[in-house]
């Protein structure tokens, strides 16, 4: 079967740059385990805007095609992909979701097995498209799913723009509430952050049996939506100082704080505040903390308080797997689609990239 020569794609040659818009070759012989695709849809997450402006702290050796949160149509397949990683079977025409790899070889995937933490993983969006197989990022035409990549089919009943959100977005989410382990049905939940990820926690904290769900942010529409999502209180960081959000949360659990706090901001400073809400014994998931920023803390809150303070990276497949369930099972009730702020063609990534660095949009999508 003969595939096009080339796809066009939005390329990152410089940070801070405008990005490129070019003809990237597409692979025309397929290795065992490979799969192409046509991608259909691909939103834009923070991540995207901090390899753009170079401020990620993971290393981004340019030139890259950028995007990571993709989903494409299978084109061609090669030997031994005809299941996907949770044994659906798999055929050209199909849409799929794809993991970065892991090889299962090292310590990380076989002793520790945490294969999110691979040493010898491949990461779409921070490869050179320079190289062969060259289509590993998300703004592209077609896309190239690498052997050791876990892929998942996407259920009939979630549209495009929402399974690129699980892709990366909800993934990462449904990650950190299996990093946390189970919701008492009387802990209260505060969750830092109302962009993409906040919002997607809020509603599964509730979903999960949460008694009370606190989500903290700005600006003000997106405390609206939280509230859509499922939080039953929510507090505006434009609005309050530190003392004041801290004074709230005590108030609503009976002077204790938060049973459980997770932080998906991205701003180092929510840091040292969400150990302050947090209640004595409690646990702390940190997510969003993926720049290069620092920020001060006193360690002895975490000994004092002995709180659990967990990272959350990533995801592997199951995580994919749950988020597509979590949005084919509840996307009558949680409105997902308001998420989704505007739409853009390829030739448009700057503008988007722009308006999401500027917050002016909350997961806006690139259609292909």
């Given amino acids: 079967m003969r595939f096009p020569q080339v796809s066009r794609a939005a390329v990152v040659r410089a940070f801070k740059a405008p990005v490129c818009i070019e003809e990237v070759p597409v692979p025309q012989e397929l290795e ?3 799969i192409l695709t046509k991608i259909e849809t691909c939103s834009i997450c923070g991540t995207d805007v901090h390899l753009w402006q170079g401020s990620l702290a993971l290393k981004v050796d340019l030139p890259v095609i ?9 084109v061609a397949m090669g030997a031994g992909t005809e299941r996907d990683s949770v044994g659906q ?14 090889c299962g070889r090292c310590y990380f995937c076989t002793v520790a097995r945490e294969p999110t933490l691979c ?27 690498l052997p050791d990549s876990g892929r998942v089919k996407v259920p009939d009943s979630v549209p495009n723009d929402l399974a690129s959100m699980a892709s990366c977005a909800f993934r990462s989410v449904m990650n950190a509430f299996d990093v946390l382990g189970r919701i ?33 942010g700005a600006p003000e529409p997106r405390l609206a939506l939280a509230r859509e999502f499922g939080a039953d209180e929510v507090i505006s ?15 609503l659990t ?25 209640r004595r014994g409690a646990a702390y998931v940190v997510v969003g903390q993926l720049g290069q920023g620092t920020t001060t803390i006193a360690p002895s809150t975490i000994v004092a308080k002995n709180l659990r303070v967990l990272g959350s990276f990533s995801g592997q497949a199951k995580a994919y797997w749950k988020a597509l369930q979590f949005v084919a099972n509840h996307q009558h009730e949680v409105p997902f689609h308001k998420m989704v702020t505007n739409r ?3 030739d448009e990534v700057d503008t988007a990239l722009t308006r999401m660095k500027n917050f002016e949009e909350i997961k806006p999508i690139i259609a292909l």
Avoid: C, N
Avoid at 124 to 140: H, I, K, N, Q, T
Avoid at 197 to 208: D, P, Y
Avoid at 237 to 251: C, G
């Fill in 254 to 278: 009976d002077g204790r704080g938060a049973d459980v706090v997770m932080e998906f901001t991205g701003h180092p400073a929510a840091f040292g505040e969400g150990l302050d809400l947090a």
């Fill in 89 to 102: 079977p798999l055929r050209v025409g199909d849409r799929i979701t794809w993991t970065h790899t892991a």
């Fill in 344 to 346: 853009y063609t390829l």
């Fill in 119 to 145: 040493q010898y993983s491949r990461k779409y969006m921070y490869e050179r498209m320079d190289v062969a197989p060259y289509l590993l990022g998300g703004f592209s035409e077609y896309g190239y799913v």
């Fill in 32 to 34: 065992p385990g490979t």
């Fill in 66 to 74: 950028i995007g990571h949160e993709m989903v494409g149509r299978i």
């Fill in 237 to 251: 960081i434009e609005t309050t100082s530190h003392a004041e959000r801290l004074d709230r949360v005590r108030a």
């Fill in 184 to 216: 008492d049905p009387t802990d209260t939940v505060v969750v830092q952050g109302a962009g993409p990820l906040g919002l997607l926690a809020t509603a599964v904290a509730k979903v999960s049996g949460a008694r009370r769900v606190v989500t903290l």
